[in-house]
């Protein structure tokens, strides 16, 4: 039991290091490309695009890193975020998550 709540503490630390490594401002820059389906700012003015503004930071990271594995399928995500790198997900994640 002591092993597991050690583990599990590390990995706490572990992911909110990551979490804290983000950058937001970064993220923008790199967002600049999902303005056209997700909005200026995270609101999409269609209804067949999702609202990114305000979302859960590990959500976002998550829902990317799928459509880059193939976990999640859309041929039109896929080739927007095959190209970006582990940091650029954290931190279009960090600034979607940042917005209102």
Known sequence: MKKLMLITAVLMM???ANALSA???AGEAKAASCTACHGQ?????MGLYP???GQKEQYLAKQINDFRSGARK???MKQMVSPLSDDDVANIAAYYAGLE
């Open 41 to 45: 700012k995270g609101i999409s003015s």
């Open 23 to 25: 950058d937001a401002v």
């Open 74 to 76: 859309d041929p039109t």
């Open 14 to 16: 572990i992911f909110s």
């Open 51 to 53: 609202n990114l503004a």
